[in-house]
């Protein structure tokens, strides 16, 4: 997992997510205010998908991994809280891998818990745990685009 702010996106080149790319769609969805839904930017090798939501609390939200694509979560407005463990020492409840490239996994004990703000972003690799959209003390409004980078 790699928190940061957008602004130095470009320094993570060397994990091959195409950050360029997602710069310019940032700017792009920002300038034209694009609507929730999704966005291709290279066919299915990076694709995006901007969401509106309200956080729930812990309990309402799962730890989820990807095998096919790399996740570059991106907050645009608001702010939300993200827990991270790593994939190997979670237990698998739903295996969704085949048909919509998504893992669930059993709540965690001894996880790493971050506050991802406007203006940052959270990238999660295959192999990290990762389980967003929770509140940070109240309900939140956020404003998001996921980034999806097929992986090699």
């Known amino acids: 997992m790699i ?4 602004k130095n996106i470009e320094k993570y080149d060397g994990v091959n997510i195409k950050a360029s790319e997602i ?5 792009k969805a920002e300038e034209a205010n694009l609507k929730d ?11 995006a ?9 812990e309990g309402e939200c799962r730890f989820e991994t990807h095998n096919k694509y790399i996740d570059v979560q991106y907050i645009r407005e608001g702010k939300e809280v ?16 085949e048909t919509k490239d998504v893992i669930f996994y059993e709540d965690a004990e001894d996880y ?3 506050v991802i703000e406007a203006g940052s972003f959270a990238l999660f ?14 309900i939140d409004t956020v404003k998001k685009i996921v980034f999806k980078i097929k992986t090699a």
């Open 112 to 114: 790493t818990r971050t």
């Open 37 to 47: 839904g999704r966005y291709e930017i290279l066919g299915e090798d990076l694709f």
């Open 23 to 27: 710069l310019k769609f940032v700017k």
């Open 82 to 97: 993200m827990d991270y463990k790593l994939r190997e020492k979670l237990t698998v409840t739903e295996d969704l891998s």
């Open 3 to 6: 928190v940061d702010s957008i």
């Open 49 to 57: 998908m901007i969401q509106t939501y309200e956080t729930k609390p």
């Open 125 to 138: 690799l295959p192999h990290d745990g990762h389980k967003p959209g929770i509140e940070c003390g109240k």
